[in-house]
């Protein structure tokens, strides 16, 4: 039982070309969920100087995933796209989160630690703080779910630790001023401000995996270009790929527990499954028994059929940048008022002075 009304909020960041696994992982979803929910959708900027910090194209790959969240049908009068550093109200929640959350949590995050490397000390702060900012994202409208990839899963239990850390720390004020809402904790009723929020992770294309090692991740960082899908590949470099695409010499299996320790298969039937709505089990009850040179051109036509009118349409959007940037305005227009609503409360509860 929890008393927040439902609200979807996710965040991409502006680095690098958007590819298969960034679609079906998170776009995708992002589409889907839009019918019945409310969602905000943030293209997060500041989220991305902890990368690069000096950029001579942040601008132009903002404008890029608008393009993509645009080009793969979320609605921007229904629901809110906007930029992270339009609405300063997340970095201003962020510094607080940064005053409830501790050092030993951040420490722990695998992110921080596959970014910062050995150097640890050398890394940026805004580095170590990155989930601290993320959880700002996301409390800083009361979100109640987060889709995200797998791989964001401990910044999201991150973000339930500082809410809750929130909650309690504040746990009297909060009362006082009747600004709780009603929430189950455990087996007990309690009244919080920040709602623990529930991620929204899964399905059969939760990871996709690089086209030439079934056991990396599909990365806009590797070097070959043949390991990634980019949402801008036109239909004969898709199935050039699909085609390349490293398998092993059996045919397809019947069942999905015959994909265990065959990482190339399972990638090239997640993909279908996330390409055409169907569950991996639905695609082996289908394939199953054939070889890869019947299943790849199967496949190739899918995700041409599927992303070459996605790419057509973030060429077009991608053309007419002022109507890119009006979304972004108005979306953040709409976004800051909500997140100023917040922020009202939260200078409230903390006892800043606020007149
Ligand atoms: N850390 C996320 C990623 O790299 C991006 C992100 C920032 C995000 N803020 C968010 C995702 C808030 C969900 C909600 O994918």
């Not at 905000?40 to 902890?50: E, K, M």
């Not at 806009?220 to 695409?245: E, G, M, Q, V, Y």
Request: contains cysteine; proline residues 4%.
């Amino acid at each position: 039982m929890s008393g927040f009304k439902q609200l979807v909020f996710s965040g991409v960041q502006p680095t690098g070309n958007l590819h298969l696994g960034n679609y079906l992982g998170a776009i995708k979803k992002f589409v889907a969920l839009q019918e019945s929910n409310d969602c905000i959708y943030c293209v997060v900027d500041l989220h991305s100087l902890t990368a690069q910090l000096v950029h001579d194209d942040l601008v132009a790959q903002t404008r890029s995933i608008t393009a993509a969240f645009l080009a793969s049908g979320i609605d921007p009068k229904k629901h809110i796209v906007f930029n992270q550093s339009r609405v300063m109200q997340h970095a201003e929640l962020a510094w607080i989160f940064n005053c409830v959350a501790r050092i030993g949590w951040m420490n722990r995050m695998t992110q921080f630690k596959d970014k910062a490397g050995k150097d640890r000390e050398n890394a940026s702060l805004g580095l170590l703080a990155y989930p601290s900012l993320m959880a700002a994202d996301i409390l800083v409208y009361r979100a109640t779910h987060v889709p995200v990839g797998d791989d964001q899963k401990q910044h999201l239990e991150l973000t339930r630790d500082i809410a809750q850390k929130f909650n309690n720390d504040f746990s009297a004020r909060i009362a006082s001023l009747g600004v709780g809402v009603p929430m189950q904790i455990g087996d007990e009723t309690v009244n919080g401000f920040f709602p623990i929020t529930e991620p929204v992770i899964g399905g059969p294309a939760a990871r996709i995996m690089s086209l030439r090692d079934g056991s990396k991740k599909m990365s806009k960082s590797d070097p070959s270009d043949l390991s990634r899908i980019n949402l801008t590949d036109d239909a004969d470099t898709i199935s050039k790929k699909i085609r390349k695409a490293k398998t092993d010499p059996d045919a397809l299996p019947g069942e999905v527990a015959g994909l265990e320790g065959r990482p190339e298969a399972e990638n090239l039937v997640g993909i279908y499954a996330g390409l055409a709505d169907m569950t991996k089990e639905a695609v082996l009850a289908e394939f199953g028994g054939r070889q890869f040179s019947d299943f790849k051109p199967a496949l190739a036509d899918l995700a041409v059929e599927k992303l070459a009118p996605v790419a057509g349409e973030m060429r077009r959007i991608s053309a007419d940048t002022a109507y890119i940037d009006a979304v972004l305005r108005d979306g953040g227009e709409r976004a800051g008022t909500k997140a100023e609503a917040t922020m009202k409360t939260v200078r409230e509860i903390i006892g800043l002075l606020d007149n």
